[in-house]
């Protein structure tokens, strides 16, 4: 199992930016799947989550109204989309599954309940 986070770089303040989580050997549509992010010198923190069953999704509140999560079941990816970007969000993001809650209709915001986890993608939030 693999999974790639992809889509992070350099953006000004108040930019978008869209990173995707790509899986080969898992299929996504299955399972809860989480963003998280981690800046220098701090603790991992969930950004967004979204469920395997109905897509429901949450976030934290730092987030909330200027990232989405969703699903493409066709291209086996996950995304986050992200607007209104302020230094405040530099961070490397990992994209991670809850194969925990497979079917469930909720996901999660903690890092312990993933078991699997792709490697980073550095967004830089920065004029």
């Known amino acids: 199992v693999q999974l790639q986070a992809s889509g992070g770089g350099l953006v000004k303040p108040g930019g978008s930016l869209r990173l995707s989580c790509a899986a080969s050997g898992l299929t996504l549509d299955y399972y809860a799947i989480g963003w998280f992010r981690q800046a220098p010198g701090k603790e991992r923190e969930a950004v967004s989550c979204i469920s395997s069953s109905e897509d429901n999704v949450y976030s934290t509140d730092s987030v909330k109204g200027r990232f989405t999560i969703s699903r493409d079941k066709g291209k086996n990816t996950v995304y986050l989309e992200m607007s209104s970007l302020n230094p405040d969000d530099t961070a490397v993001y990992y994209c991670?599954?809850?194969?925990?809650?497979?079917?469930?209709?909720?996901?999660?915001?903690?890092?312990?309940?993933?078991?699997?986890w792709g490697q980073g993608t550095q967004v830089t939030v920065s004029s």
């Open positions: 991670a599954v809850d194969r925990f809650r497979r079917g469930d209709y909720v996901c999660v915001l903690e890092s312990g309940e993933y078991d699997y």
